[in-house]
């Protein structure tokens, strides 16, 4: 069977055409950080899988989870019934995040969603009819229309489905850098927030880190003034820590760099470790209660495989596999040698930026033409990196060898200099 083939003709790609107008290249297996190509290639793995495999791939923790949950039992509907894979990682997503009410789902879209669904009902529960939402210019927050409607409207895909989606509210985005000044992203906040608070349900944002609208790093400081000022209209603050969730960033969640919570907190990518596709969305004992004890009742959302008991037991090991780690001491040690290493890019002509936070290391072009090119000249040094538009960045498992990250970074800088010279 030639599966080239038959991918060509039937299957679509992340963000493609089909067929494909750019190279695929097929995988054989995977191990720790490498991605084994039918071809015989051995790529060194840099982008963790979108965020997701931060223990790198086929850990055998993860792999007993799954394997003894797979005789117990597959999958169980969760309409009135429950099990104990379920409430053993509730405990532990409460535990490691102090908020309180858990709602499992398939994949991070999906949690947002839900995400903006009760904060709806919240507001509709302590009779406000509210239906908007602040969301910061440059942000993702996932692909299916709820959540394509906060992402940022000219970065991303709203021109295609015109009226269809929902009208939210954007606000200026703060400056790049951790601890650079936000006042100009705050004046725009307080405005937007004077001029439309009767209408808005909730502030969506990515803390600390925007991640595929743009790979920005900003001052965790914004986020906490950001809550002073929801707190005073009665909005909800919804943070979307799909991608900077389980120590990316070098703190457990990106909102601890800071001294605040989240009122609804949305997570996924590496909850499982990379391993099957699970969600989650977590609110204060407050939304919970509010809703429930309302005329509403109920939080309408019930997926047909919500808290599946797979996707439940692998994420309890690999949380069990974090905590279990010297992973912050792993992650900052990362941070720094990405800081050390990529900053020479920064001389360069062709490099706007060079950003890195935990184990997000971001080189920004000034011009977005590059993408392809880079890509076929990692492949080519063998190494895994998947650049779009300006951003040439890597994302690698927390448990990377040092030789492996030399290799992941050294092409990055080799790559850079090819472009120089081809140009
Ligand atoms: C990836 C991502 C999503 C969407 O998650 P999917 O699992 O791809 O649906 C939402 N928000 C952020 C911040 C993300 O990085």
Same mark, same amino acid.
């Given at each position: 069977m030639n599966y080239i083939e038959i991918d060509k003709n039937h299957l679509w790609h992340p963000y493609n055409s089909l067929p494909s107008k750019s190279p695929i290249w097929a995988v054989k297996k995977t191990k720790k950080s490498k991605i084994y190509l039918e071809d015989g290639t051995?790529?060194?793995?840099? $982008?963790?899988?979108?965020?997701?495999?931060?223990?790198? /791939?086929?850990?055998?923790? =993860? /792999?007993?989870?799954?394997? *003894?949950?797979?005789?117990?039992?597959?999958? =169980? $509907?969760?309409?009135?019934?429950?099990?104990?894979?379920?409430?053993?990682?509730?405990?532990?997503?409460?535990?490691?995040?102090?908020?309180?009410?858990?709602?499992?789902? %398939?994949?991070?879209?999906?949690?947002?969603?839900?995400?903006?669904?009760?904060?709806?009902? /919240?507001?509709?529960a302590k009779g406000r009819e509210k239906y908007k939402f602040l969301a910061l210019e440059n942000s993702y927050h996932g692909d299916t229309l709820g959540a394509m409607s906060v992402c940022d409207p000219n970065n991303s895909m709203h021109s295609l489905y015109g009226d269809y989606l929902s009208e939210n509210i954007f606000v200026k985005a703060p400056n790049l850098g951790i601890k650079a000044d936000f006042d100009e992203a705050l004046k725009d906040l307080e405005e937007k927030l004077i001029k439309h608070h009767k209408d808005i349900a909730g502030f969506i944002l990515e803390p600390v880190v925007q991640g595929a609208g743009g790979m920005r790093i900003y001052n965790p400081e914004y986020l906490e003034k950001a809550k002073e000022l929801c707190l005073k209209y009665d909005i909800l603050t919804i943070f979307d820590e799909i991608a900077t969730g389980f120590g990316h960033t070098g703190k457990m969640f990106a909102f601890n760099h800071t001294n605040i919570k989240p009122d609804i907190l949305t997570i996924g990518k590496g909850l499982t470790g990379g *391993?099957?596709?699970?969600?989650?969305?977590? *609110?204060?004992?407050? =939304?919970? %209660?509010?809703?429930?004890?309302?005329?509403?009742?109920?939080?309408?959302?019930?997926?047909?495989? $919500?808290?599946?008991?797979?996707?439940?037991?692998?994420?309890?090991?690999?949380?069990?596999?974090?905590?279990?780690?010297?992973?912050?001491?792993?992650?900052?040690?990362?941070?720094? /040698?990405?800081?050390?290493?990529?900053?020479?890019?920064?001389?360069?002509?062709?490099v706007k930026d060079v950003r890195c936070i935990g184990v997000i290391g971001v080189v920004e072009l000034k011009d977005d033409t590059n993408a392809a090119k880079l890509q076929e000249f990692c492949v080519e040094n063998k190494v895994w990196l998947r650049p779009f538009g300006k951003l040439f960045y890597s994302i690698v498992a927390y448990n990377i060898g040092k030789k492996e990250l030399k290799k992941i970074i050294n092409t990055m800088i080799n790559a850079i200099e090819y472009l120089e010279k081809e140009k």
């Open positions: 051995v790529l060194v793995d840099g $982008m963790s899988s979108w965020w997701s495999a931060i223990h790198g /791939y086929n850990n055998k923790k =993860i /792999y007993k989870a799954l394997k *003894t949950q797979a005789k117990i039992m597959p999958h =169980i $509907m969760f309409g009135g019934l429950t099990h104990k894979p379920a409430s053993i990682l509730a405990k532990k997503l409460v535990d490691l995040t102090q908020l309180n009410s858990v709602f499992l789902c %398939d994949s991070g879209s999906v949690s947002v969603e839900v995400a903006l669904k009760t904060a709806i009902l /919240y507001q509709k *391993t099957l596709t699970m969600a989650a969305m977590l *609110t204060t004992k407050d =939304i919970s %209660d509010v809703i429930s004890s309302s005329s509403i009742g109920v939080l309408m959302h019930g997926p047909t495989f $919500m808290a599946n008991p797979l996707a439940c037991s692998v994420a309890n090991a690999s949380i069990d596999l974090l905590l279990n780690s010297s992973w912050q001491k792993r992650v900052l040690k990362i941070e720094k /040698y990405f800081k050390k290493k990529l900053e020479i890019l920064k001389t360069s002509s062709l």
